[in-house]
């Protein structure tokens, strides 16, 4: 069982999550307007994925046999510039995860609530990798500036990402 004070706060969580995948959906609608088929695949990827996390935290929720809250999802911008600001943007996002991922943590720790720490540990694996491939990908971006043939063949790379679900412990 789980106190009050920590369902609000992976409530929240849902909340973000769910968040993260309508700005993903958003970056995804607007790369396939501009005809940038890979990058839309990309985030559309990142959509999927967040959708799963906001889905894992609202079945540990269940599980602990509190009461799921949904509250409204904020607009994602809807205006995004080249994929490199994209790609800076979505850094930017995923280190505000980071950072509400740590807060649970750190709220669990000062709860003695070993079972949601333990639960935590896959989302902060989780943060540092969504934080690797954001900062590669702008590592990329950024060595082929605005050259068409070098993002064309990120384009290009980005069209073979697939979502894989996470595996059910």
């Not at 959906?25 to 996390?53: I, K, P, R």
């Not at 607009?75 to 991922?101: C, R, V």
């Not at 990120?154 to 697939?162: A, C, F, G, V, W």
């Amino acid at each position: 069982m789980i106190s009050k004070k920590m369902t609000e706060a992976l409530n929240g969580q849902i909340n973000k999550e769910m968040y993260s995948a309508y700005l993903y959906m958003d970056m995804s609608a607007h790369c396939t307007y501009v005809g940038l088929s890979g990058f839309a695949n990309w985030f559309m990827v990142q959509y999927q994925e967040e959708m799963s996390h906001a889905m894992k935290l609202y079945d540990y929720v269940n599980s602990q046999g509190e009461k799921v809250v949904l509250n409204a999802i904020e607009k994602p911008p809807g205006k995004f510039g080249t994929p490199l600001e994209m790609f800076e943007a979505t850094l930017k996002h995923e280190q505000f995860i980071t950072e509400s991922i740590h807060g649970l943590v750190d709220l669990a720790n000062e709860e003695k609530d070993y079972a949601t720490q333990i639960f935590l540990q896959w989302f902060i694996t989780e943060q540092i990798e969504e934080e690797a491939n954001d900062n590669e990908m702008i590592a990329k971006l950024k060595l082929v500036g605005i050259d068409g043939n070098g993002l064309f063949m990120i384009d290009k790379e980005l069209e073979t990402r697939l979502f894989t679900p996470p595996a059910k412990e």
